[in-house]
């Protein structure tokens, strides 16, 4: 899974995590839901207000949200996550024991903690006698003897709708001082009960309330208790990311716009992790919506991609010269033919290189003119150990394997998380096979840096230790600078890293 590279990582795998997944996988993006198995509304023991599942446990409702999710691709893994990085293309997330893997995009979908006050009895029956949303649980217990504890002044709004399900109401205001008068005089003007006096115990036998006791020793009795809890958002693995966030009276949230986008564009959230007062349904659909517009931001950055690399070839007779990159021919020379991938393989020179020289060799680009070109030329040679396919690196599959993929120049001035990319080619070598990879070591001679971006001359060393390939598995052969006189007669230096898989 580490070196898996992924379009999306959804943390929180929950209803809305679940949610945001189903749009995704039904979108053909590979996707990933790292889930801690904590849902907010875990305590309880069935939902409401979710139309076609009404009266559904949310456990069993995960459960089926899994199933549909595994229909489409989705992996689904249980883990915690612990830190966020971001990069130029990619966002790196580190789970459990310190492993990590990167995504083109993130979504939070991690939910909130509920703190709840400290009185004896309450913690326990949370979720069974002990209510927070009355469009949830208030049918179940309507008619009843119902208490609300406030918990803050903004509690107010929640004993104003318990009213809605029963006429025999008690609202508790010690904890938070007492009410003003008008606050009260709209309570009483429904028949409510209010009790100054401050709760320090809630009873009642498996889970259940059957009342509170008071700071006097007097016994209230009840069938339900409604407190309004203080939310945390689960969202501490972004903290040092300083992502915009907006403060209310009830917490701070992570700042969003109407697609679920953080302050960083890679980012993403949705449900209780932004939005505290999203029930089940609220939450689905919004983070449904959210799904829906990475996978639309996915598809901008492809399309841009594609278009860059297409205008590059289409806009001239020729780009390349034709000729296979000599430092890859000098490494290929010393192995025994077999079958090779050649990862943007732009005309295909290394490609037909490859053919010609015994290797069962296929090249993959993006652009329709390159594999169109490479095609021509391989057919007008007469070559037929060389094959053509036009795919984008960031989202093409396979579950073929080599045993040589190799990759020349593999920079993008345009989005493409390169290191992801190269760690998705390595599970693509067989067992003794090898994966070369070919880099700008540093800017020619004269450049002055000009096509310089950001992936570009990094050392072989530091980029062997940023792919974080498992050496248990796998064997470094080269790992080296050479210099590389091209027929222009200007010197290149060029990164060469050859790295053998072990059984």
């Not at 076609?52 to 949310?58: K, L, N």
């Not at 010393?334 to 020289?357: K, R, S, Y």
Request: proline share 4%.
């Amino acid at each position: 899974m580490e070196n898996t590279s992924w379009d999306t990582i959804i943390i929180g795998g929950g209803t809305a995590g679940l949610s945001a997944a189903l749009m995704l996988g039904r979108a053909r993006r590979r996707t990933l839901v790292i889930d801690s198995g904590t849902p907010r509304n875990r305590f309880a023991g069935h939902m409401h207000g979710v139309l076609g599942h009404d009266g559904i446990s949310p456990a069993e409702f995960i459960a089926r949200g899994r199933a549909e999710v595994a229909q489409y691709g989705v992996e689904v893994v249980s883990g915690e996550v612990s830190r966020v990085d971001t990069g130029e293309a990619s966002v790196t997330v580190t789970y459990d024991r310190g492993a990590s893997t990167t995504a083109r995009s993130v979504i939070i979908a991690t939910g909130l903690v509920d703190e709840l006050p400290d009185v004896a009895g309450l913690t326990e029956r949370w979720g069974k006698g002990v209510l927070h949303c009355p469009y949830c649980h208030g049918w179940e217990v309507r008619d009843g003897r119902l208490g609300v504890l406030l918990t803050s002044p903004l509690a107010l709004h929640q004993a104003e709708l318990v009213r809605q399900w029963s006429p025999t109401e008690t609202v508790f205001t010690g904890l938070i001082g007492g009410i003003d008068k008008a606050a009260a005089h709209r309570l009483r003007a429904r028949g409510v009960e209010i009790v100054d006096e401050r709760v320090v115990e809630v009873f009642g036998e498996s889970g259940s309330v059957s009342g509170v006791r008071l700071e006097s020793g007097t016994k209230v009795s009840l069938d339900a208790l409604f407190v309004g809890s203080t939310p945390r958002p689960i969202d501490s693995f972004v903290a040092h990311l300083g992502l915009s966030r907006t403060d209310s009276a009830v917490g701070s949230f992570l700042t969003t716009d109407a697609m679920g986008t953080t302050s960083h564009r890679r980012i993403f959230a949705a449900g209780n992790v932004v939005d505290p007062r999203a029930t089940v349904p609220m939450a689905m659909g919004a983070a449904a919506g959210v799904g829906a517009a990475v996978n639309a931001i996915l598809v901008q950055e492809d399309t841009e991609a594609a278009t860059f690399w297409e205008e590059r070839y289409a806009g001239s007779e020729r780009v390349w010269s034709g000729h296979p990159n000599s430092t890859m021919v000098d490494v290929v020379s010393d192995l025994n033919p077999g079958t090779a991938l050649d990862l943007g393989c732009g005309e295909g020179a290394d490609t037909v290189w490859l053919a010609q020289n015994g290797w069962d060799a296929t090249g993959l680009d993006i652009s329709p003119t390159a594999i169109a070109r490479a095609t021509t030329a391989t057919s007008s040679l007469g070559i037929d150990r060389a094959r053509f396919v036009l795919a984008d690196l960031s989202t093409w599959r396979s579950d073929q394997v080599f045993d040589l993929v190799t990759t020349s120049f593999l920079h993008s001035p345009v989005a493409l998380d390169r290191i992801a990319a190269l760690r998705q080619a390595a599970e693509r070598v067989a067992v003794g096979g090898h994966l070369l990879i070919v880099s700008h070591a540093a800017p020619p001679p004269g450049s002055g840096g000009a096509h310089h971006h950001a992936d570009m001359f990094v050392a072989p060393a530091d980029e062997v230790r940023m792919l974080a390939l498992d050496p248990a598995r796998w064997e470094a052969v080269l790992t080296e600078t050479r210099q590389r006189t091209t027929t222009t007669d200007v010197w290149h230096e060029d990164g060469v890293i050859l790295l053998r898989r072990l059984s």
